[in-house]
């Protein structure tokens, strides 16, 4: 009960850490992949200051909840691409998402593509970096989300969901990044700049997470990239 607990309002400051990063922008286009039941993604969109919200949700009963909340949602397979003009968003959002993809680098050409020059994506995941992972390590256990089957959570007995079974194949994670991994991805993509952040510092509770978060910026719980697709594009520009 009490990692769970530790877990959830993980969850949640996480989610606090996004938005600190959110800016007023009425009117924009947002788009959310993963947007589940779009509880969160409204959060974001009540940030911006817009009502133009897109989602990605392939769970027919949570895209219904999300189109209950005015969101115009696609189920398009982020692993075959965005289902959505070039140039068309000012933010596209995913958080906890880009772990369960395999075509990882087709979801950031994806992301570029969709959104206008000018515009950025915020991306939130595990880092395979922080400390209760390398720990975990340590002690001869496998790195929580780090899935070693695709059938079963194995490998750390300290993982609130050890032993139980992926509910469906979309909960597996195939990739998981550390802080410089994430980071480059994007910027081999040409996103400038690329800037780094993660939150949720395990075990301790904020303020304290968010402080220790920031002094040691490479193995909080979460890695959040906000990465901007430049007003020009081409060699020598940026």
């Known amino acids: 009960m009490g990692l769970t607990f530790l877990y959830t309002s993980g969850d949640e400051e996480n989610r606090k850490a996004i938005l600190s990063l959110v800016s007023p922008q009425p009117g924009c286009h947002l788009l959310d992949c993963g947007c589940a039941d779009g509880a969160f ?3 974001i969109a009540q940030s911006l200051q817009t009502s133009n919200v ?3 949700e392939t769970h027919t009963a949570t895209a219904k909840l999300s189109q209950e909340k005015n969101i115009v949602v696609s189920s398009s397979n982020l692993n075959s691409g965005l289902n959505f003009g070039s140039d068309f968003f000012d933010v596209v959002h995913a958080n906890q998402v880009i772990e369960h993809l395999i075509e990882t680098d087709l979801f950031v050409q994806e992301i570029y593509r969709v959104l206008k020059p000018g515009g950025y994506a915020i991306i939130s995941t595990n ?3 922080s400390w209760h992972n390398i720990i ?3 002690l001869g256990m496998q790195p929580m989300p780090n899935h070693a089957s695709n059938e079963i959570r ?3 007995i300290l993982d609130p969901t050890h032993g139980k079974r992926h509910p469906h194949r979309g909960a597996i994670h195939w990739r998981i990044f550390a802080f410089a991994a994430l980071q480059e991805l994007f910027d081999y993509h040409g996103f400038k700049p690329v800037c780094m952040m993660t939150s949720v510092y395990y075990p301790f509770p904020n303020p304290l997470s968010t402080f220790l978060c ?10 959040i990239v906000k990465a901007h697709k430049p007003f020009k594009t081409g060699k020598g520009l940026s």
């Open 41 to 43: 993604t409204l959060r």
């Open 136 to 138: 975990s390590l340590a």
């Open 154 to 156: 194995l490998g750390n």
């Open 127 to 129: 880092n395979m970096a």
């Open 214 to 223: 920031k002094i040691d910026k490479w193995h909080g719980a979460y890695l």
């Open 54 to 56: 897109y989602g990605i």
